[in-house]
């Protein structure tokens, strides 16, 4: 085998040269992304503002955020659910309804939506 074939079929596993930075964040900031990968998403901030003002339905969400399909809204708040942020709510008045609102994590991100409020508006 030549030197170039033996190189190319070596057991040794490839090196990748690593961003310093890129590899500093995702070690030290590990819940800063997993939380900017679930916030980031579209509508979901639109979502977390809605419910900031009150407990809303399904409905309700899907009438104050124009353009977000039933499944996307769907998705969002189970991840959101899952994510701990909101909380589903069933009540019984003649017939089921839910409700969701923002847990304690999620009232938490007010002054995270206030900053990037005074931000946009600033920029």
């Known amino acids: 085998m030549n030197g170039l074939a033996h190189e190319c079929f070596s057991e040794k596993p490839l090196q990748f040269e690593k961003d ?10 590990n819940a800063s992304i997993l939380a900017w990968d679930l916030l980031g998403k579209r509508w979901t901030f639109r979502i977390i503002i809605q419910l900031l003002s009150r407990s809303q339905s399904f409905l309700e969400l899907g009438k104050h955020i124009p353009g977000i399909s039933e499944s996307v809204l769907s998705d969002r708040l189970k991840e959101l659910e899952r994510a ?15 409700i969701y609102r923002l847990t304690e994590k999620g009232r938490a ?15």
């Open 84 to 98: 701990e942020v909101i909380q589903r709510q069933e009540y019984n008045g003649g017939s089921t309804r839910i």
């Open 109 to 123: 991100l007010e002054p995270v939506v206030k900053a990037i409020g005074a931000w946009s508006e600033h920029f």
């Open 20 to 29: 310093p930075i890129q590899v500093a964040a995702m070690e030290e900031n």
